[in-house]
Structures are given as C-alpha cells and as structure tokens.
C-alpha cells in the first residue's frame, strides 16, 4: 500500500494558547505543492494530480472489469473520472455513468461542481438523485451522481443496472451498509453483464482485500501460478502503485495531551486559529446536532467576551437534515474581512470541497452506530474515528491552497492506538433494512450472500425475526404478498412503512402519511441557541397529550392552515424550509401509497386510530413505565433494557404508563425520541404473533 503521508522534515513547532489552554505540537506532512491564487477551471482540472493518470485509468478500466483506485483526498478520484469517462465515450449510445457517495450532501455537491466544471446544467448532462430529490433527465444525463442507497432502490426497477456502462463506487473506504450491499450485487451483476465496468475508489481503501473480494476464489485458483492475462481475464489492477498525490500541503499539528472535553478544545482552538493565523475559513469535526449545538455558543459567548476579531466570525452549522436554503450559506463565499467557522458532523468528511476552508480541527470523534443484537437495541454513539476518517477531515483543508488540521488528540494515539479503518456498519447495525432490501431483489439466502464483510448471524437473525414479526417474511423468509412486497417498495424503514400501511386498514392514511414525512426530517424545529425557554413554549402550543406523532400532526396542520406561511414558522420557532421539505415528501409518498393502493383518508380527530397505526408498525418498541425516578424509567417489554423519555419529547415529566418510541440515543442514559402514549392491549391487537396477554399485561412470546 503506498504511503501517501510522509513525516515531513520541518522541526516541531510549539503553538500556545495565551491563556495556557491549548498546545499543539505541530509535524509537518508534506506533498507536491504549488501556489495558488486565481485559474480558470479548465487549468484547475489539469493541475489534479488524477489529470496526470487520464491515460492509465482510461486504459485500466478499458481492459479490466473492475478498477480499484487508491488516491488521495483532493486528488481529483469524484470529480474527475467520470468526465474522463465521458470524455473517452462510455456515455455514448444513451449510456450512462455512475458515480455513488455514501452521504446525500456530497452527492449534490460533487454532481454540482461537475456540472460547473462541463459548463452545463445540473439536472441535464449531469445529475444527481438522492432519496426524495431526483435531480437528472432519463434522456438526457450522462454523468449521474447517487447515493449508493438509491443505486439500490434502482435494482428494484432494473436489477442488472442495465442503462449503466461504469459505475464508481466511490469513498468505499467508508463501509456504510448500502456500500457493502452494492458492493456485493455488482459483483453478481459483473458475471450477468461482462461490459459493465465497476471503479472502486476511496483516499484510504484497504485495496489488497477489496481486489480480493472481486476477484472469485475459483478465479484466483485459476490465476494462481498463471501469467495475468489482463485483456482477457477481467482482472483486478489496484492502482496503489499510483500513489496518486495530493494538492497542496496540509500541515498537522497535534495536542500534546489529551484534552478532557473536546467540544471546549474545538472552540479554544477556533479562537486560537482566530487570533493567530492569517485569513481562511476554519472547519471543525464534532460528532452531532448536540455538540455543535453546545459549540456554537460556547465559540459565541467566548468570542464576545474575548472582544478582539470576534466580530469577524461566522458561526454556520452542519449536519444532516439542513435545509438547502441553510446548506447554501456553507457553500456560499465568504465575505470580505470575514470568517467563516463551520461546526460539522462527518457529514463534511468525505467528498466535499468548501472553497475557503484553510484550517480543520478535528475532535478525534463521531457518532456511530452500535447495535446489540441481544438487546436488539441499537444506539448512536460517541466513538473515536478511524485513521481513514482523520485523513479524510484533514483532507478538507489543502483543496485550494496550503492548510493546516489540528487535530485534538496527540501524535501518539493516533500513531499506535487509532485504529486503521473503522468497522464496517454492516457489522454494528440493525439490519432490518438491509435485509428487506436483499429479499426485495431476489437474494433469498442472505447468510449466503456474498458479502465484503460478513454481518453477524444474531443480528441477521434478529432481523429475520422482526421482520416475520411485522408480517412483511413468511415461514419460508420470503417476501409475503402483498404486505412484503408493499412494504419493500416504501422507501423508508420498514416500521415506518408498516404503519402507513396499517394507516389504510385504519382509516388515517392521510395523517400516517404527514407523520411518516416529518419523521423523515432531523427536525422541524428552528435551532434555539440562546432562545431554549422560547422554543418550549412554542412547543407547547402544538403539545399533544397523546404524544410527539400527534404533536407532528398539530404542527402540519396548522401549517396548512396558516397557508405554508414562514411567518407563522417563524413565529412558532418552526423552520420554514424543513416545513418545506415535509410536504415535498408527503406528495411523494402519497403517490408511492396511491401506486400501492392506498386510499388517502382521514380519520378527523379520532387519534386513537393515529396512534394505533403507529403501534401496528413500532409494537416491538413498547416500553412500561417501571418507575417514577429520575424523571420516570422505563423498560422495554421486549428486552427489559432501561429507558428515559428524552427531554425534548412532550411526554417529558407526563409519564404515561405505556409508550412506544420511534429511536434511541444513548447518552448517560438510553433516551427514547419521538414517543407516542398507548393503551397496552393494543399490543396483544396489533401484534399478537408478537405478544401474548398475562396477567392483563403484554409480554413477549
Ligand atoms: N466546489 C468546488 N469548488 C472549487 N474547487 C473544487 C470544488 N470541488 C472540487 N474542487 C477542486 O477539485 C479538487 C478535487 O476534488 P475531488 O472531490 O474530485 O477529489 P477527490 O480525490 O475525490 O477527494 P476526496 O476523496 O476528498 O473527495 C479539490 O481539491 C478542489 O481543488
């Protein structure tokens, strides 16, 4: 594997914090640099170190089935292959090239840089569909960039991805489920479509174990001992011989010793940066809407109490579930004797190139997916990043000039105890989804199934089991009829779509469905920094005492009522574009529901029916009220795990005696979100394979 990072021979340099907070002790990385200032894009293009290799990833995708490209970040891998491939005539014929990224924000920002870079239209030669956004013309894209999620969802409709001549699967190293899915499925489609041609590319890619897996154990015994006959046998050629190079120098400075609390150490070194350096927008990596949250006022307060250059800074947010509108000003140029501190989950790590960033600072962590299939719990943790992870944020910085990361955790750790890539998410996820989706495409033995990295077969079991629970898998684990397939064609978690289709035998589809779209957003709510007390008692005015669902529903009406109004948002503490963004979905999974025969119908103001649907869907997330302490514990009937209602829930402080709850977070505590008050022998109605009635309460079969 080519060493892309080499120790630079600069002298360690002490940087301090005046008020002796934070120290770094800087080391230098160094690579091919070169100066900056402004070029057209025609010559950005070709200073990209992959510019240099047009020929050889041309001729290796021309004579190889698959081509795993190893480059480094900012190397030119997203943006450039796929025009190279366009350039070279894989798009001609009305074919079509793929390009997949795990997360949907570096989709649409990648097909839009691409689409600058071409001169054209986004939406026209080039495009982008992510879930629910379908920015691209059937006739008249050439170059499409999709999250590999919707390139599944495609395989549905045409399993052999026939419009396709390559497809990218790009940023492999991150291992997300839909990846390791994807990645599995093409390897089955290459047998059934010998001209299709898979690029397998990433900064970071284990490439000796993902060449492997595409080359089939009967090919490498018959390769064995046998000159490569790369023309002829469709060969893997990693191209980590390449060693293809970064941009510009991104210099790392590490901590000298751990820091305690890294959103306190984010924010010092904000300031730090701030006062110390020259011009350059700074990003930084913490884990969640919470951390930054916490950042964000903190970076606020520090900065207004510091006084000097504070004025300068502009504090933006970035995680999943912005809106577009909130997305642009991340993306939009900095003004003039300003700068810019963008506050970001992973969701900034990979693919995406914000044009003023200069300096990165890196927490060391990110929330990640944990789940225990014995519990069946699955839970969003704080957990340290990988090495891949940590070059991927460093290599935010150094895309259009010199710069530096500051990493918040010392040289050592990272060194000897970070560990290289982190564990793919097929191995710590509930795998309900995934596993519809493999039954949903024809793949029956899914413990067979040819995968990158085999999941655990307890929570591939437990999967089986909820699904057969939900009547979606009969006896055999097939897809029943018409439940499965219905509930496969949905494009949200199967519970979700589960309710909506109980919603139909209930007479509340037309409420189901405006829940089902506002729980397909992050939150509908305006940040409240700094207006926490304002925020609840807006709230309150939408406050169901029947739960957070019906809560939802409250607000879509009077959303609806005031006329989509962003005044009444505004007013109310709700955002105006996430409100947005919730009827745009709700269209669409009324014409997904129509299409399954569905019939829209409301049941008017009889929210038993509500909140029974959203049991048919969510039963074997019930939870009884065990006792009144620490603001009412809970346990869950399935597994008896200890749970809280989350703060931010209206059933807070209300404790109903029995509740179902839509996810987990894990903090001190396990906290249930989104949390809807029921009457327990509904249980025992909704799901009786699931429950059985003792003693007048529900408990599990
Ligand atoms: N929106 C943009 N504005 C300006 N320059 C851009 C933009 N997008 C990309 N670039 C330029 O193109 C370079 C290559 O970006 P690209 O995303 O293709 O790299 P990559 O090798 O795929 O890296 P990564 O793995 O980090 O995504 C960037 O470093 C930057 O110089």
């Not at 307890?458 to 439940?483: C, H, N, Q, W, Y």
């Not at 589809?509 to 509908?524: F, G, N, R, T, Y």
Request: aromatic share 8%; charged share 25%.
């Amino acid at each position: 594997m080519a060493q892309f990072w080499k120790p630079g021979t600069e002298k360690p340099r002490l940087v301090e914090d005046e008020d002796g907070g934070v120290i770094f002790l800087s080391s230098s990385y160094s690579s091919s640099s070169s100066g900056y200032g402004y070029v057209s894009i025609e010559k950005q293009r070709q200073r990209l170190t992959v510019y240099k290799y047009r020929t050889a990833i041309l001729y290796l995708v021309e004579s190889h089935a698959t081509t795993i490209v190893v480059g480094e970040t900012g190397s030119g891998k997203t943006t450039q292959i796929p025009q190279f491939l366009k350039e070279a005539g894989w798009a001609d014929s009305g074919r079509v090239i793929a390009c997949t990224q795990p997360r949907r924000l570096a989709v649409q920002a990648v097909a839009s840089r691409v689409a600058e870079e071409m001169g054209v239209k986004l939406g026209e030669e080039v495009g982008y569909t992510i879930r629910f956004e379908d920015i691209s013309n059937p006739d008249l894209t050439r170059i499409k960039f999709l999250t590999d999620g919707v390139l599944l969802r495609e395989m549905m409709d045409d399993p052999l991805l026939t419009k396709y001549s390559v497809i990218m699967v790009d940023e492999a190293h991150e291992r997300s489920i839909s990846t390791d899915i994807v990645l599995g499925l093409l390897k089955k489609i290459q047998k059934r479509r010998p001209e299709l041609r898979l690029i397998i590319s990433s900064a970071t890619i284990e490439a000796k174990s993902m060449s492997n897996f595409f080359l089939s154990s009967k090919r490498r015994q018959a390769l064995e001992g046998e000159e490569l006959r790369p023309r002829l046998e469709p060969a893997i050629l990693s191209v980590e011989v390449f060693s293809l190079g970064r941009g510009f120098n991104v210099q790392i400075h590490y901590v000298e010793d751990p820091v305690r609390d890294y959103v306190q150490a984010a924010v010092s070194t904000v300031l730090l940066i701030n006062d110390k350096e020259p011009p350059g927008d700074i990003l930084v990596f913490l884990t969640g809407q919470d951390d930054i949250d916490a950042a964000i006022k903190l970076l606020t307060e520090e900065a207004r109490s510091n006084g000097k250059n504070s004025s300068g800074l502009i504090i933006l947010p970035l995680y999943s579930g912005l809106t577009r509108a909130e997305q642009d000003l991340i993306f939009s140029p900095t003004p003039k004797g300003k700068r810019k501190v963008v506050i970001s989950t992973n969701i900034a790590e990979t693919s995406l190139t914000l044009e003023g960033i200069v300096y990165v600072v890196d927490s060391g962590f990110s929330k990640q997916r944990f789940y225990n299939p014995i519990s069946d719990i699955e839970n969003l943790v704080v957990a340290p990043i990988s090495k891949a992870s940590a070059r991927q944020r460093a290599g935010r910085a150094g895309r259009l000039r010199p710069g530096m990361c500051y990493r918040l955790y010392t040289e050592e750790y990272f060194l000897n105890e970070m560990s290289v890539q982190g564990i793919p998410e097929i191995q710590r996820s509930n795998l309900v989804s995934c596993v519809i989706q493999l039954k949903a495409l024809g793949i029956d033995n899914i413990l067979g199934f040819d995968w990158p990295a085999s999941p655990s077969p307890e929570s591939m079991i437990r999967a089986l089991e909820v699904l057969f629970s939900l009547g979606v898998l009969d006896d055999d684990a097939k897809l029943t009829s018409p439940v499965g397939f219905q509930v496969a064609e949905i494009p949200l978690e199967p519970m979700i779509a589960k309710m909506i289709l109980s919603s139909n035998e209930l007479g509340c589809s037309d409420e189901i469905i405006a829940i089902a779209a506002v729980l397909s957003i992050q939150s509908i709510w305006f940040s409240a920094r700094g207006a926490q007390k304002e925020l609840d008692e807006a709230k309150l005015r939408f406050a169901a005492a029947e739960g957070d669902h019906v809560t939802f529903l409250n607000i879509y009406k009077g959303f609806l009522q005031s006329g989509r109004s962003s005044k009444w948002c505004h007013k109310n503490f709700i955002n105006y574009h996430a409100m947005k963004k919730v009827m745009e979905i709700r269209e669409q999974l009324k014409r997904i529901a129509l299409r399954l025969g569905i019939v829209l119908k409301s049941c008017e103001t009889d929210m038993q029916l509500v909140r029974k649907a959203v049991t048919a869907g969510f039963f074997a997330n019930a939870c009884r009220l065990e006792a009144y302490s620490h603001g009412g514990m809970y346990k869950t009937i399935r597994g008896s795990q200890e749970v809280y209602i989350h703060p931010s829930s209206v059933l807070f402080r209300v404790n109903p005696k029995c509740v179902i709850y839509h996810s987990l977070v894990s903090t001190d505590r396990q906290y249930m979100r989104n949390v809807i008050s029921i009457d327990p022998s509904w249980l025992t109605e909704v799901a009786p394979h699931f429950y059985q009635q003792q003693r007048h309460n529900p408990t599990i079969h």
